[in-house]
């Protein structure tokens, strides 16, 4: 990892017109859990709850990512499925459309692991990504990622089936 431009925080209430336009984009539907719009009022709900959520009681973290130097928000990361025995966490990373191909993305998630270490202690991070998506694919391998199994037929779209590919990067 390298020094980063990128600091990663809790979420906002300021946040809250980046997470309704990004959780109401359903081109970004096809990765997510959720496939359906939310309201303002859902999201600040989410916001609100999430400052008192611990992650070892939830298992999930959301932290939004910024550049230090504009203080602009360029995207968010999660924290999934988090298992504090086997020392391992999903993740996600979301880079706003304004702000992509500018290497946010690849800074996010060294910011994320850095913190997934030496905050969580955690042994390995992992991820799954449509076989599609390329631009991850590139992200995720750049980053030290493993493509270590794929899962077939795991994401139906417009009527067909998409394999998902598995990454993980141990981080010890």
Request: proline fraction near 2%; hydrophobic fraction near 35%; charged fraction near 20%.
């Given at each position: 990892m390298t020094d980063s431009n990128i600091n990663l925080r809790?979420?906002?209430p300021g946040d809250i017109d980046a997470l309704f336009r990004w959780e109401n984009d359903s081109s970004l539907w096809l990765t997510a859990v959720a496939h359906q719009p939310y309201s303002r009022h859902a999201l600040q709900q989410f916001i609100d709850e999430s400052g008192?959520?611990?992650?070892?009681?939830?298992?999930?973290?959301?932290?939004?990512?910024?550049?230090?130097?504009s203080g602009d928000t360029v995207g968010c990361v999660d924290l999934f499925d988090f298992d504090p025995y086997?020392?391992?966490?999903?993740i996600g990373i979301l880079v706003d459309s304004t702000m992509r191909h500018k290497g946010y993305g690849y800074a996010m998630l060294c910011e994320l692991e850095?913190?997934?270490s030496e905050h969580l202690n955690l042994h390995q991070i992992y991820c799954n990504i449509a076989e599609d998506n390329t631009a991850s694919i590139n992200l995720f391998?750049?980053?030290?990622f493993t493509h270590c199994g794929t899962y077939n037929h795991w994401i139906?779209?417009?009527?067909?089936?998409?394999?998902?590919?598995?990454?993980?990067?141990?981080?010890e």
């Amino acid at each position: 990892m390298t020094d980063s431009n990128i600091n990663l925080r809790a979420m906002e209430p300021g946040d809250i017109d980046a997470l309704f336009r990004w959780e109401n984009d359903s081109s970004l539907w096809l990765t997510a859990v959720a496939h359906q719009p939310y309201s303002r009022h859902a999201l600040q709900q989410f916001i609100d709850e999430s400052g008192q959520t611990d992650i070892y009681a939830s298992r999930q973290l959301r932290l939004m990512a910024y550049d230090k130097g504009s203080g602009d928000t360029v995207g968010c990361v999660d924290l999934f499925d988090f298992d504090p025995y086997h020392r391992r966490a999903g993740i996600g990373i979301l880079v706003d459309s304004t702000m992509r191909h500018k290497g946010y993305g690849y800074a996010m998630l060294c910011e994320l692991e850095k913190f997934a270490s030496e905050h969580l202690n955690l042994h390995q991070i992992y991820c799954n990504i449509a076989e599609d998506n390329t631009a991850s694919i590139n992200l995720f391998t750049k980053a030290g990622f493993t493509h270590c199994g794929t899962y077939n037929h795991w994401i139906y779209s417009r009527g067909e089936w998409i394999d998902a590919l598995a990454f993980q990067k141990i981080l010890e």
